[in-house]
Nanobody, 122 residues
Framework: QVQLVESGGGVVQAGGSLRLSCTAS??????????MGWYRQAPGKQRELVAR????????LYSDSVKGRFTISRDNTNNKVYLQMNSLEPEDTAVYYC?????????????WGQGTQVTVSS
């Protein structure tokens, strides 16, 4: 059973930065064979994929809303994926989740973790 644990969220002023971490356990070496993504869900809205990274880490893709401000990376040795968030805006306020992707789609593959809350004040 794969378990995803997200951390690093908090309250930050607009223009600030946060670095989110996600650790996958119970997956072993399978982690390195999966593309990974960071999602977010704001109150009253659907969960959306904001950043994804290929299994080897050589390719990334971002939603227009975060492009140029967020950077996704991964550490396959330790089964971790990160999201560096700079120039944060109040619109980035949401619960952030990580998950493996079904191939290169927006669909999450594993059971969702608890997420980590990011709150950006204006």
């Amino acid at each position: 059973q794969v378990q995803l644990v997200e951390s690093g969220g908090g309250v930050v002023q607009a223009g600030g930065s946060l670095r989110l971490s996600c650790t996958a356990s119970g997956i072993g070496s399978t982690f390195a064979r999966n593309a990974m993504g960071w999602y977010r869900q704001a109150p009253g809205k659907q969960r959306e994929l904001v950043a994804r990274i290929t299994s080897g880490g050589g390719g990334t893709l971002y939603s227009d809303s975060v492009k140029g401000r967020f950077t996704i990376s991964r550490d396959n040795t330790n089964n971790k994926v990160y999201l560096q968030m700079n120039s944060l805006e109040p619109e980035d306020t949401a619960v952030y989740y990580c998950n493996a992707l079904v191939e290169w789609t927006t669909q999450g593959k594993w059971s969702w973790g608890q997420g980590t809350q990011v709150t950006v004040s204006s």
